[in-house]
Nanobody, 121 residues
Framework: QVQLVESGGGSVQAGGSLRLSCTIS?????MGWFRQAPGKEREGVAS????????YYADSVKGRFTISRDYMTDILTLQMNSLVPEDTGTYYC?????????????????WGQGTQVTVSS
């Protein structure tokens, strides 16, 4: 069982920034970030592959969020800028045992416990 641990959540005003990090106990080719807002389904935010670092972003975060990965330490990071209240939710780090890294929940097998992000207007 792969262990994923997120950190870096918190509360921020609209327009602010937060940086999320995720450590993984055993490397996986695909890693991603997902979020779940109250009363809504979990959605993919961004993902990154293990070779070449190909990235995918949800339309709602393109240009504001950046996913990156340290391949030596296997730490996954999500830099979130220009945050808006709609970004509020629990953010989950996830890893896939496959090679299709698109941030679809069905593609990912192992999940962290989540970290809360709250953006106030």
């Amino acid at each position: 069982q792969v262990q994923l641990v997120e950190s870096g959540g918190g509360s921020v005003q609209a327009g602010g920034s937060l940086r999320l990090s995720c450590t993984i106990s055993s490397s996986r080719y695909c890693m991603g970030w997902f979020r779940q807002a109250p009363g809504k389904e979990r959605e993919g935010v961004a993902s990154i592959s293990g070779a070449g670092g190909r990235t995918y972003y949800a339309d709602s975060v393109k240009g504001r969020f950046t996913i990156s990965r340290d391949y030596m330490t296997d730490i996954l990071t999500l830099q979130m800028n220009s945050l808006v209240p709609e970004d509020t939710g629990t953010y989950y780090c996830a890893a896939s045992r496959g090679i299709d890294c698109y941030p679809s929940e069905a593609q990912y097998d192992d999940w962290g416990q989540g970290t809360q992000v709250t953006v106030s207007s």
